[in-house]
């Protein structure tokens, strides 16, 4: 049980590292969206590989996270699917309540990552929707849609296929 204070401080360490790691690729994700507003492709390769060694680095801390939170759990001896709330219970107060701060600020990182990546998503699918939307306009025949006029008011009839794309070969 005396060595449960360090185990805690070994925990602490891994949560404040993996909330460093979770605001980055958050940060990441947002320089994202920014790169692909300018659509240039050197941005977009650069954020997608700065992107994947956020991740990777997530992932790594997670489960050094897990270890340590083992190892803690069978200092005290609780099961290691114990609940954060159950751990810092047994621990000294100083201790607890240093683990339970930074235990907090990484559910704010993650919760905002969250968010993150469902507004990144969300872009993607008007761009989707868009893009299927403008492609359908262009290989549609609208010939039918109603008078069409020159620029200067007259009515003009076209003999050309209706959509901008044709479908013949």
Known sequence: MSDAPARAADLESSLRQLCEAVDALRQGLVDSRFAFVRARASDLEERHGDNA????????????????RGALCEVLRLPPT???????????????RRLGE????????????????????????VSR????????????????????????????????????????V
């Open 102 to 125: 930074t235990a907090e600020r990484l559910r704010g990182a993650l919760r905002a990552l969250r968010v993150e990546g469902a507004v990144g998503q969300r872009l993607l699918d």
């Open 53 to 68: 060694r956020h991740a990777a680095r997530v992932h790594a801390l997670e489960t050094e996270v897990a270890g340590r």
């Open 82 to 96: 114990s609940r954060m709330s159950t751990i810092m219970g047994r621990l000294p107060a100083d201790a607890a």
């Open 129 to 168: 929707r868009a893009h299927e939307g403008l492609l359908h306009q262009l290989a549609t025949d609208n010939r039918r849609q109603g008078q069409r006029y020159d620029r200067h008011a007259r009515s003009v009839r076209s003999e050309a296929a209706g959509g901008f794309v044709r479908g013949t």
